[in-house]
T-cell receptor, first 118, second 111 residues
Framework: AQTVTQSQPEMSVQEAETVTLSCTYD???????LFWYKQPPSRQMILVIR??????QNATENRFSVNFQKAAKSFSLKISDSQLGDAAMYFC???????????????FGQGTTLQVKP | DGGITQSPKYLFRKEGQNVTLSCEQN?????MYWYRQDPGQGLRLIYY???????QKGDIAEGYSVSREKKESFPLTVTSAQKNPTAFYLC??????????FGSGTRLTVV
């Protein structure tokens, strides 16, 4: 079974600085997707960034980028130029893309609460 | 606009009572999911359905039941067998090409 681990329950960053959130996962599959979701106090889940395992290039969305290390099974999220609105809980998630395992279900990490200090 | 609607936003359950959480989507997605969120544990899958009239248990299905009679609707019933139902419940639907859309959640509290 696949697992996702976020080892940092809480992180803080100064406004305008850069912060990196860590995520590791365990799987025996070769084809999968990885995601970072943001959950602000409203509790609405917002997709931040998505990475296909077969793509070597790291995904980037404006101030958000990932460092995807497939061999190490690591998928960290870097937030540049942090803003007050980035304060939220961030979840790393895994989804299989292989055959009968491709049910679409997401496996989540425990989450990291990010505080942004003005 | 297409989306997922969960209702109610807040729900209170008495001991021994069954309650049903509603989830409706107008995105024409085939797959729908129910997740439970507890502090410090992330989101855990309760049930999922990939097509109408079919559904599968997730990791924590005990004490819950679902139905999928229509493509748009995937209600979750929290039964009296669920001993610790106080949690935040999230419904989602999926188009495998575009990914997930989440509802805004239901906060269930036992009183």
């Amino acid at each position: 079974a696949q697992t996702v681990t976020q080892s940092q329950p809480e992180m803080s960053v100064q406004e305008a600085e850069t912060v990196t959130l860590s995520c590791t996962y365990d799987t025996s599959e070769s084809d999968y997707y990885l995601f970072w979701y943001k959950q602000p106090p409203s509790r609405q889940m917002i997709l931040v960034i998505r990475q296909e395992a077969y793509k070597q290039q790291n995904a980037t969305e404006n101030r958000f980028s990932v460092n995807f290390q497939k061999a190490a099974k690591s998928f960290s999220l870097k937030i540049s130029d942090s803003q007050l609105g980035d304060a939220a809980m961030y979840f790393c998630a895994y989804r299989s893309a292989m055959g009968s395992s491709n049910t679409g279900k997401l496996i989540f990490g425990q989450g990291t609460t990010l505080q942004v200090k003005p | 606009d297409g989306g997922i609607t969960q209702s109610p936003k807040y729900l209170f359950r008495k001991e021994g009572q069954n309650v049903t959480l509603s989830c409706e989507q107008n995105l024409n997605h085939d797959a729908m999911y129910w997740y439970r969120q507890d502090p410090g544990q992330g989101l855990r899958l309760i049930y999922y359905s990939q097509i109408v009239n079919d559904f599968q248990k997730g990791d924590i299905a005990e004490g819950y039941s679902v139905s999928r009679e229509k493509k748009e609707s995937f209600p979750l019933t929290v039964t009296s067998a669920q001993k610790n139902p106080t949690a935040f419940y999230l419904c989602a639907s999926s188009d495998r090409r575009r990914g997930y859309t989440f509802g805004s959640g239901t906060r269930l509290t036992v009183v």
